[in-house]
């Protein structure tokens, strides 16, 4: 089993690597022909947490409206994830505290 830290901050880097791509689109809406970068994320099987990579989409083109709502998904799952890292940080120091 992972640490639990451990699976909070492969989440907050997955998040944060969706909200520089993010902010590359942005930079690049008014860029003619320009594809959107996209963020994959895919469950780590044995080792907890999560995996990203960034690919270029499909489809021309950025929304303005789109990329507006994956910021504010992105910037939720890291505050989620620091809230869960440091909840395990003061856990480990209670039983720390429990022990000594």
Same mark, same amino acid.
């Given at each position: 089993? +992972?640490? *639990? &830290?451990?699976?909070? #901050?492969? =989440?907050? @880097?997955? +998040?944060?690597? !969706?909200?520089?791509? &993010?902010?590359?689109?942005?930079?690049?809406?008014?860029? $003619?022909?320009?594809?959107?970068?996209?963020?994959? @994320? @895919?469950? !780590? &099987?044995?080792?907890?947490?999560? %995996?990203? +990579?960034?690919?270029?989409?499909? &489809?021309? =083109?950025?929304?303005? $409206?789109?990329?507006?709502?994956?910021?504010? #998904? +992105? !910037?939720?799952?890291?505050?989620?994830?620091?809230?869960?890292? !440091?909840?395990? %940080?003061?856990?480990? =120091?209670?039983?720390? %505290? *429990?022990?000594?």
């Amino acid at each position: 089993m +992972a640490p *639990i &830290s451990s699976i909070a #901050s492969s =989440g907050m @880097q997955a +998040a944060q690597q !969706r909200l520089q791509a &993010s902010a590359h689109n942005v930079a690049n809406l008014q860029t $003619e022909g320009f594809t959107r970068l996209e963020v994959v @994320q @895919q469950a !780590r &099987s044995e080792a907890g947490g999560v %995996d990203a +990579a960034t690919r270029r989409a499909e &489809s021309v =083109g950025v929304s303005l $409206e789109s990329e507006a709502v994956d910021q504010l #998904s +992105a !910037r939720n799952a890291f505050v989620a994830n620091a809230t869960v890292f !440091r909840t395990a %940080d003061r856990m480990a =120091g209670a039983l720390l %505290d *429990i022990y000594a």
